[in-house]
T-cell receptor, first 112, second 109 residues
Framework: DSGVTQTPKHLITATGQRVTLRCSPR?????VYWYQQSLDQGLQFLIQ???????AKGNILERFSAQQFPDLHSELNLSSLELGDSALYFC???????????FGNGTRLTVT | SQQGEEDPQALSIQEGENATMNCSYK?????LQWYRQNSGRGLVHLIL?????REKHSGRLRVTLDTSKKSSSLLITASRAADTASYFC?????????FGKGTMLLVSP
């Protein structure tokens, strides 16, 4: 058990809709990362937060946004969903920059 | 864009054999990490090697790093069926950890 909790485990929704994915980091970890994993693109870094502030941005679409709250949990919001957004979305946390990441078990998003 | 690229994409071996996976990357790094992913599950950290290290061991795992060639290898000795998984290298460079597309390892009993 990595200590990182992601909810929900599965999400099925229609194109054009909006969803929110939630992540609770491992106790003591201040950094939260979001990754998208699909068969064709592999594991793509989306965004990183450290203690509530955005620290790094990757290949995150404008339709996607995230935030980290004072209790350190994070949410990833995906809007105007398209079929191509279907993927596994992982949250990970780490103690400090450069230290190993601890991954949750992901949210599998299916857009129909 | 992917920083690390693993090779081979897939590897099939028998139990007891050794498995070697390679990773090449493009830019200077602070460290390189290897992760394992069982089907549909989250990635699990295996080992971290810093840019000033050349070799590291952890149980049946041996990792090498050649910064002049911008490459790393992961060796799993005496493989077991339970080692069946995808293995990813990840490079810590400028701002965050970037993963390759992974090597799928199948270990047959």
């Amino acid at each position: 058990d990595s200590g990182v909790t992601q909810t929900p485990k599965h999400l099925i929704t229609a194109t054009g809709q909006r969803v929110t994915l939630r992540c609770s980091p491992r106790s003591g970890d201040l950094s939260v990362y979001w990754y998208q994993q699909s068969l064709d693109q592999g594991l793509q870094f989306l965004i990183q937060y450290y203690n509530g502030e955005e620290r790094a941005k990757g290949n995150i679409l404008e339709r996607f946004s995230a935030q980290q709250f004072p209790d350190l949990h994070s949410e990833l919001n995906l809007s105007s969903l398209e079929l191509g957004d279907s993927a596994l979305y992982f949250c990970a946390s780490s103690e400090f920059r450069g230290s190993p990441l601890h991954f949750g078990n992901g949210t599998r998003l299916t857009v129909t | 864009s992917q920083q690390g690229e693993e090779d081979p994409q897939a590897l099939s071996i028998q139990e007891g054999e050794n498995a070697t996976m390679n990773c090449s990357y493009k830019t200077s790094i602070n460290n390189l990490q290897w992760y394992r992913q069982n089907s549909g599950r989250g990635l699990v950290h295996l080992i971290l090697i810093r840019s000033n290290e050349r070799e590291k061991h952890s149980g049946r795992l041996r990792v090498t790093l050649d910064t002049s060639k911008k490459s790393s290898s992961l060796l799993i000795t005496a493989s077991r069926a339970a080692d069946t998984a995808s293995y990813f290298c990840a490079t810590d460079a400028i701002s965050t950890l970037t993963f390759g597309k992974g090597t799928m390892l199948l270990v047959s009993p």
